[in-house]
């Protein structure tokens, strides 16, 4: 058993689903707050069908540790998954189409589903037991909870609202207003949608003059150099659609440097821009430039794409911040009523990737340098944890039913045990 679970008999399946990996941590609810007991990983295989049983097999060996330690799994699941959801009339929720294409064996396979419907039928709960946000909310959910366990930070975030912004692989947000003792969640979080345009980075890369350029309705990115005898272009076409995540995402950023580095190829073959990397550009190799910190062509071609995210990190801050956060045209609008409820906006929580690696400290470098003139601006930075997913999820189980379930005995679910 965990140290400091104590007497604690009842263990809460928590799971971040994400595009990649299936994440499930068994939470001990203790006097100290949730703690994981039990971790486990599988790769995150495409369609329902094949999540729901690489789900049922991890949580049956989880069970199986819980039961080798005297301990049982709740018949509860709290899930973060990728994906839009939307709410009837009724009340009815479902994935917003092309939202979740990571997780699909066949487009459109999760337009308009209910996952939580799903998973409670494949997994034999009952539905009302299964919780299910977008993995974003639910991470964004964890980290403000972070900050309010901090008394310097709480009393920054405390009666206002907030931002996170958790650049990784792709682009997770999170939009909440945090009362005494309440998180309250608004808009969608798909900040990934956003348009950020103008955006636009101008550098001269070892006598090479270099641009990188949005198009106005999101759907391009322009690449440009030139020489006195020569230019090479490229337009990058923007996969999905969302800009923010084009210029914020490892993905995105990569992409865009492996454009640069592609027209440079075409006028000057001999001096790579980004030089000879195992595995081609990647966003590992784009940080080792930039905490080199060198002054040859490679290093100033990082640090190019590192300005490129910090203007649009400072972008996406600017529009929020004005309440003029609009999405490419592909995406639902958010109300006016919630853009208008983040004017003004002035704290911003920094998380993922973007805090923890050297191309993304060298971003919020770049947007603090940018954003100096706000009358009031908190970054607060958060290095991410691998459970941070998970454990957000498990904040959507309602303490009631934590309470009532533990009053119960604790008693092993069967599906978990077969």
Known sequence: MADGVGSTKLLWPAVDLGGTSIRLLAVADTDAGPAAVIRADVPTPKGIPAIVEALGDLLGKAASEAASRGMSMAPVLAIGSPGRIVTSSNGERAIAPRSAANLEAFTGELDGVDLADELAVGLGLEKDRVFWENDAVVQGRQLIGGLLDDPVKAEIIREQVVVCINPGTGLGGCLAEVGPDRIEVFTDGHISELLLHPVEVKRD???????????????????ELWTDRAVATREIASPELK??????????????????????????????????????????????????????????AARFIGDLGGVALARLMTLLHEGRAFKTASFPDWSAEDRERLRGVTRFILGGGVSSTPLGRYMIAVARARLAGWRELHLLECETSADAGALGAFSLIPEAMRRALEANGGRPHQPWTK
């Open 205 to 223: 890369l070892g006598g090479i003059p270099t641009a990188v350029r949005s198009s106005a309705d999101g759907a391009v990115i322009g690449i």
């Open 243 to 300: 800009q923010a995540e084009d210029f914020l995402s490892g993905r995105g950023l990569t992409r865009i440097a492996v454009g640069v580095e592609d027209c440079r190829a075409e006028l000057d073959a001999e001096r790579s821009c980004f030089g000879p990397a195992a595995g081609g550009v990647e966003g590992r190799r784009i940080s080792e430039l930039i905490e080199g910190g060198g002054s040859d062509i490679p290093s100033q």
